[in-house]
């Protein structure tokens, strides 16, 4: 019975044969050189996939158990390229992100067997969609080095566009770009729906070139509409003063010193935003968090978050901000903070007491 078995499977081609079973990408544990060296000594000379992760990069982990182990993920990858893998955060990764420069991940680097790079894809997706963009990416065309090409000759609005777009969307500085095309434009290029959302979106806030936009606020309110401007500019820094308020910035590597919180708390306090807004908060509290004075931000807690109603999603996540400063507070301080929930208890004792005598008026 055993002799049978086997000789049925050797029919079918399963036993000796590991990689007739469907499987995806295959990634090989080599260092670079050992990958470029095999890259180009295959049979038929193929590119390296270098997936470029961290170990807190939620992304970069579901891509690597949801995405990469599919069939068609294996299909495509593995007869054209030597696949490989590295923590930017240890070993031969750490050189592999400061030579290609990689800050945002999950990062997917395509080189030649030179090592040289052709282009890259950022971010995760679906395996048919990533598929699409590495073949996309695959195109003489589309690579970093034709763009740039294309600009360095004419350095226009046409080929700047592109060019800058493709810098960002790989997470790389396309500001010098962006700048130069600006002071090179005309009016109606500079101003344009296309130039503004990629300038302003990708700027970084108070760099050279943001400052440089603000200084026409105007034209690119006109262009624009102001309140979509205004949302780019918040949405710039909205994420980072939350982690600065709730003292987890060095987590993810953002840092910012007093005077340029102060700097972002002043510049949003000048655009016309909807004060009912209430995430806009978030700055005045980072900056009160900066400066360490508990004492004034508990002050503002009194004066404005306490009436932000608290069926607002991000009432209670001021508060649990201001929560978490308890622990270090003094007595004094521990106290105004007991004070400030126990207004806000009334106040929602207040309000259910109102809709209960509606309640009790219906009959």
């Known amino acids: 019975m055993r002799v049978f078995i086997i000789s049925i499977l050797l029919t079918i081609g399963i036993v000796g ?27 038929d000379p193929k590119l390296i996939f270098v997936d470029c992760y961290t170990s807190w990069c939620g992304p970069c982990i579901e891509m690597a158990k949801q995405e990469f182990p599919k069939k068609e993920a294996g299909e495509f990858f593995n007869p054209k390229f030597v696949s490989v893998k590295f923590d930017i955060e240890k070993g031969e990764g750490i050189d592999i992100g400061k030579k290609y ?5 999950p990062t997917f680097l395509i080189l030649d067997a030179k090592g040289e790079e052709i282009n890259r894809v950022v971010g995760k997706a679906g395996i048919e969609d990533f598929i699409e963009k590495v073949k996309g990416a695959m195109k003489p065309d589309n690579s970093m080095a034709s763009m740039k090409a294309a600009y360095e000759k004419e350095k226009n609005m046409m080929t700047a566009l592109p060019y800058a777009k493709a810098l960002a969307d790989n997470g790389r500085d396309a500001s010098a770009v962006l700048s130069e095309v600006f002071d090179r434009a005309q009016d109606f290029e500079r101003f344009s729906v296309d130039y503004l959302q990629l300038a302003l979106g990708t700027a970084e806030f108070g760099s050279p070139l943001f400052r440089k936009l603000l200084l026409d606020k ?3 309110d006109l262009s624009l ?3 979509v401007a205004n949302q780019i500019i918040f ?8 982690l600065i308020a709730n003292e987890t910035g060095a987590k993810y590597n953002v840092f910012y010193t007093p005077q340029q919180v102060e700097d972002i708390a002043y510049t949003i306090s000048l655009l016309k935003m909807d004060p009912m807004k209430y995430e806009l908060h978030l700055c005045r509290i980072a900056l009160y968090v900066v400066n360490k004075d508990l004492d004034g931000m508990i002050d503002y807690y009194k004066r404005y978050i306490l009436t932000v109603p608290d069926n607002d999603v991000f009432k209670g996540i001021m508060d649990g901000i201001l929560l978490t400063k308890a622990s270090k507070a003094t007595a004094a301080q521990k106290e105004a903070i007991k004070e400030y929930f126990q ?7 207040r309000q259910v007491k ?9 009959k």
Do not use: C, W
């Open 343 to 349: 207004l806000g208890q009334k106040n929602y004792e």
């Open 218 to 220: 105007r034209r690119i």
């Open 101 to 105: 420069d990689v800050k945002i991940f």
């Open 235 to 242: 949405d710039k820094v909205r994420k980072h003063m939350y």
């Open 354 to 362: 109102h809709y209960q005598q509606h309640l009790e008026a219906i």
């Open 17 to 43: 044969k590991p990689h007739a079973i469907a499987q995806g990408i295959v990634f090989q544990e080599l260092t670079l050189k050992q990958a470029m060296s095999k890259a180009a000594n295959a049979a």
């Open 225 to 227: 509409g102001e309140e």
